[in-house]
């Protein structure tokens, strides 16, 4: 599986050469502001002349769309069918595409950088979004209303886009900001505030310190935390009490998150990559071939090879 970075973006826009691609990625792109753009689905088309089917890759920027028409979204092991319209996030943590189904597509996206969003600049940290989480589903089916409303708030990027006001971007990550909260006031199920006690804490820290490990993106890279203890021991406190906090605040143990996380890594890695199930054994931590085909199917209830298949 590849990862595309901003320039690889650009060039298949067709911005083919350093020139082009200097007027687009200004020097510093990965300082001060970051890069932010916004584009029209409908002129992309127009511009690439096929249907506007993606690589299912991982990506280095973000990524929210406003599309209209029937498409199917895959994100991670999720494959979500899109009827009419959709608000779509991504982040570059979670590989994604989207696959139009019929030739009325329309719409808007717009990509940025890690930079654009800094927390010195937003006043978040956007990876601790729940919309950008890993094992979350940021895929929204919307009615006709709401699609106004996005539509609205799209065609404001586009004109401060084109303006000269010495502070536009700083509204346009306001604007980023806003589809950010829309989307996240769509998610009912997902807590918008913590609180900050001890053990909420703790509980954070081993949800970050588990989704550290991953995406996997070579056949020799190998996780490194594999186990209730390793995670304990990197979080300096007993595993008997990582158990229990875990336990208390989700209902389920250690182990349930780390099985959980390894087998949809490996879902991802059956599907969308050419190794073997050797390979995708090591990476993610077996030392034997078969633990790993018994750890699977008693995970997804297939052999990897039926998965696969």
């Not at 599986?1 to 826009?13: G, H, K, N």
């Not at 229990?244 to 879902?267: H, N, W």
Request: with cysteine; proline share 4%; hydrophobic share 40%.
């Amino acid at each position: 599986m590849e990862i595309a970075s901003l320039q690889d973006f650009y060039r298949d826009m067709g911005f083919g050469n350093d020139n082009e691609l200097g007027t687009i990625l200004p020097a510093g792109i990965n300082k001060d502001i970051g890069h932010f753009n916004v584009f029209s689905i409908a002129s992309v088309r127009k511009k690439l002349k096929e249907t506007m089917t993606m690589p299912y890759n991982r990506r280095t920027y973000y990524k929210i769309s406003l599309i209209n028409g029937h498409n199917r979204a895959e994100y991670a092991d999720k494959i979500i069918d899109i009827k009419k319209n959709g608000l779509l996030f991504a982040s570059p943590k979670v590989p994604y595409n989207y696959i139009p189904q019929d030739e009325n597509q329309s719409g808007y996206f717009c990509i940025f950088s890690h930079e654009f969003l800094t927390a010195s600049q937003s006043g978040i940290q956007i990876d601790n979004l729940p919309i950008f989480k890993p094992g979350g589903y940021p895929v929204f089916q919307l009615e006709d209303d709401q699609v106004k409303e996005l539509t609205y708030l799209f065609e404001k990027m586009f004109k401060e886009m084109a303006s000269d006001y010495a502070f536009k971007y700083d509204l346009l990550r306001n604007y980023v900001l806003e589809l950010i909260h829309y989307g996240q006031k769509l998610q009912p199920d997902v807590a918008q505030y913590t609180t900050h006690n001890a053990t909420t804490r703790v509980v954070s820290l081993f949800i970050e310190l588990l989704e550290r490990q991953f995406p996997i993106t070579t056949s020799g890279q190998q996780l490194v935390l594999r186990t209730a203890k390793d995670y304990a021991e990197r979080l300096a406190i007993h595993v008997n009490h990582l158990n229990k906090v875990l336990k208390e605040q989700t209902g389920k143990t250690t182990s349930d998150f780390i099985s959980s996380r390894i087998a949809q890594e490996a879902k991802i890695l059956l599907k969308q990559t050419d190794w073997n199930v050797s390979e995708i054994a090591y990476a993610l931590g077996f030392e034997e071939v078969a633990h790993f085909s018994n750890f699977f199917k008693k995970q997804a209830s297939l052999s990897p090879l039926a998965f696969r298949s």
